[in-house]
T-cell receptor
Framework: GQQLNQSPQSMFIQEGEDVSMNCTSS?????WLWYKQDPGEGPVLLIA?????ELTSNGRLTAQFGITRKDSFLNISASIPSDVGIYFC???????????FGTGTRLQVFP | NAGVTQTPKFQVLKTGQSMTLQCAQD?????MSWYRQDPGMGLRLIHY???????DQGEVPNGYNVSRSTTEDFPLRLLSAAPSQTSVYFC??????????????FGEGSWLTVV
C-alpha cells in the first residue's frame, strides 16, 4: 500500500532541544495532518494544514504545508519529556477522507 | 479520541475463527473508516464508508468485511482469522467525506492477536 516517506525514523534528544521531522510524497495532497500517538492509544491530531505554503503553530509545535503539496514538516521547540511518542504525518487524498500515513518518527526525550 | 468507541480493546483468536470488531461514534459523522497498524508502519486503510449503506475498499481490504446499517456503527468482520491479521486496529470518523478542514477522530484501538 501507499505510504509517505517520513524521516527520521527515530530521534533521541535532550530535554530543551528543538526537533524537526518531515514527510515527502510522490502524490499531491489537499490536506496535511500531523498526529501524535502515545503507547496504547489512538493517534491524536496535533496540527492540520489546508493550503500550500501554509505555516501553522500550536504552542511549541509548528508545521508547514509544502509549496508543491507533496511535502510537510513539523518542528517542536524546547522539547519536554511529555513530547515522547510516535509522530505521524498523514496526507488527505483530494475529494476523500482517505488518509495516507507516514511510517512514523519515534521521539525519545532525555532529561 | 472524542466520541469514537471501539470494542474489544484486546482479543486473542485462533486461526480460522471469526470475530467482529465494533466501532461506534456519537457525533453523527458521515464518514467512518478502519485502519490497521503494524510494527514500524503507519496506519493503512482497510475499508471506509461515506454514509449509511455505502462502503468501499481501502488499501488492504482482503480478509475483512464491513457494513454500515446505521450512521453510528461501523463493524469490521474477520471471517476466518489468519496470523497475518495480528495487528492493532483503529476506527476513525469525521463529519463529511472529502471536505477540507474536517477533523478525523480516532478510537483508542483494538489489539488483535491470531495464534
Amino acid at each position: 500500500g501507499q505510504q509517505l516517506n517520513q524521516s527520521p525514523q527515530s530521534m533521541f534528544i535532550q530535554e530543551g532541544e528543538d526537533v524537526s521531522m518531515n514527510c515527502t510524497s510522490s502524490s499531491i495532497f489537499n490536506t496535511w495532518l500531523w498526529y501524535k500517538q502515545d503507547p496504547g492509544e489512538g493517534p491524536v491530531l496535533l496540527i492540520a494544514l489546508y493550503k500550500a505554503g501554509e505555516l501553522t503553530s500550536n504552542g511549541r509545535l509548528t508545521a508547514q504545508f509544502g509549496i508543491t503539496r507533496k511535502d510537510s514538516f513539523l518542528n517542536i521547540s524546547a522539547s519536554i519529556p511529555s513530547d515522547v511518542g510516535i509522530y505521524f504525518c498523514a496526507g488527505q487524498l483530494p475529494g476523500t477522507d482517505k488518509l495516507i500515513f507516514g511510517t512514523g518518527t519515534r521521539l525519545q526525550v532525555f532529561p | 479520541n472524542a466520541g469514537v468507541t471501539q470494542t474489544p480493546k484486546f482479543q486473542v483468536l485462533k486461526t480460522g475463527q471469526s470475530m467482529t470488531l465494533q466501532c461506534a461514534q456519537d457525533m453523527n459523522h458521515e464518514y467512518m473508516s478502519w485502519y490497521r497498524q503494524d510494527p514500524g508502519m503507519g496506519l493503512r486503510l482497510i475499508h471506509y464508508s461515506v454514509g449509511a449503506g455505502i462502503t468501499d475498499q481501502g488499501e488492504v481490504p482482503n480478509g475483512y468485511n464491513v457494513s454500515r446499517s446505521t450512521t453510528e456503527d461501523f463493524p469490521l468482520r474477520l471471517l476466518s482469522a489468519a496470523p497475518s491479521q495480528t495487528s492493532v486496529y483503529f476506527c476513525a470518523s469525521s463529519t463529511q467525506a472529502g471536505r477540507i478542514g474536517n477533523t478525523i477522530y480516532f478510537g483508542e484501538g483494538s489489539w488483535l492477536t491470531v495464534v
